[in-house]
């Protein structure tokens, strides 16, 4: 994707305000991780930033070069989480490491030691090992990118790249301030049309794996319908036929039983691939390849090569998981903490996971599209960002 202007460099990650919605496949994929319970805050912070700080897009996560973390200090400077932080770009205004506020923190906040991408509003971090430290300045404004023309939203869609060889990509390289909307619809079908409707409205471009199995209901019939309505915005890419785990067997979605069994034979990952083609390509009039999602983000060499050998070639993962399929009843994240870890983690070229029946997915996106754009990122498809 070619940089459509001049880059934002903003003051502050995003000042959330959200609530609830809904949508998540059957089964986590084995990256996701579970959201700690907040912690009560103990004492008032010393010094805070004007502003949540954030990172600028193509910067890496941290500034500092990674040293092992030191002790919790006696005295120091603490500081009281706003909404839309995080701890990424905490580190970063205070000139330090999410390792070294994880070593400093976990005792007060145990959850930060397995997951740091989740904090809330009202914690009391311990942010430097010295008294009185207050936060490096935010960088001077630069101007923000012309505003596209009335209606657009300055991504494109659909013009895939060539198959060519095999390749996996997490982020996408040299695309430019960017980032890729992806969901998975695999299971939960809830709120799916809202959110396919909310992007049309906000003229966001998306990417959209589905399975075939979920393409056939009556609320897949709908998305395959906007899909097809608004090539302009919205991509389909394949995500299987049932959602099967294509390395070790089982999962699925929304039954498990055509995918139990054990590790399925080629030539049922084949079926599994081809079959789902079928029903997207008249679903939406798109052909899917060379694009596909593994289930779970189960991939081996084998199962590459084997889709590769049906056309589809260009394997996406993802650098941003949203873990919206996780509801906050069982320790998923809010509309707000997904917000905040979308916003304050993109660079150029992220590929951010959602689901269309993700349970707070919809809220989200109301804090994260105007978020990002703030940022000076486009909301794109993934072919925008190849291209």
């Not at 089982?250 to 079959?275: D, F, K, L, N, Y």
């Not at 998923?332 to 959602?354: M, R």
Request: aromatic fraction near 6%; glycine fraction near 12%.
């Amino acid at each position: 994707m070619r940089p459509r202007g001049v880059l934002a460099v903003p003051l502050g990650v995003l000042l959330v305000l959200g609530a609830c919605t809904a949508e998540p496949e059957s089964s986590p994929s084995p990256s996701a991780t579970a959201s700690g319970a907040p912690g009560s805050p103990s004492a008032a912070p010393t010094d805070t930033p004007g502003g949540s700080p954030s990172a600028t897009p193509g910067e890496s996560p941290s500034t500092v070069p990674a040293e092992a973390p030191t002790a919790t200090p006696v005295a120091g400077t603490e500081y009281t989480v706003r909404a839309g932080d995080s701890l990424a770009a905490i580190a970063r205004a205070y000139g330090t490491t999410t390792e070294q506020l994880q070593a400093w923190n976990a005792d007060r906040y145990p959850s930060l030691a397995t997951n740091p991408n989740i904090i809330e509003p009202g914690w009391v971090l311990i942010v430097s090992g010295d008294p009185g430290v207050t936060p490096r300045p935010a960088p001077t404004a630069t101007p923000r990118p012309t505003a596209p023309p009335s209606g657009e939203g300055g991504c494109t869609a659909g013009n895939r790249v060539a198959a060519g060889s095999a390749q996996v990509f997490r982020t996408i390289p040299n695309a430019g301030p960017g980032v890729a909307l992806t969901f998975d619809m695999g299971g939960r079908m809830d709120p799916a049309v809202d959110i396919m409707n909310f992007l049309v409205a906000n003229r966001a471009c998306a990417t959209i794996f589905a399975t075939g199995v979920m393409s056939e209901t009556a609320q897949g019939q709908q998305v395959m319908a906007i899909i097809r309505a608004h090539p302009e915005l919205f991509e389909i890419a394949n995500h299987t036929m049932y959602h099967c785990d294509l390395v070790r067997g089982g999962g699925g979605s929304p039954s498990t039983a055509p995918c139990a069994g054990g590790a399925p034979s080629a030539e049922r990952i084949r079926q599994e691939m081809t079959e789902a083609e079928a029903i997207l390509r008249a679903g939406t009039g798109q052909n899917p390849q060379p694009y596909w999602r593994p289930p779970y983000g189960s991939i081996s060499d084998a199962v590459i090569s084997v889709v590769a050998s049906v056309g589809y070639t260009k394997t996406f993962l993802w650098d941003i998981d949203t873990i919206d399929w996780k509801p906050i009843s069982d320790g998923g994240p809010t509309a707000e903490q997904i917000a905040a870890k979308v916003i304050g983690n993109a660079v150029n070229g992220s590929n951010v996971l959602f689901h269309l029946g993700g349970f707070e997915t919809l809220d989200s996106l109301r804090l994260i599209v105007p978020g990002l754009r703030d940022r000076g990122f486009t909301l794109t498809s993934l072919s925008d960002l190849l291209n």
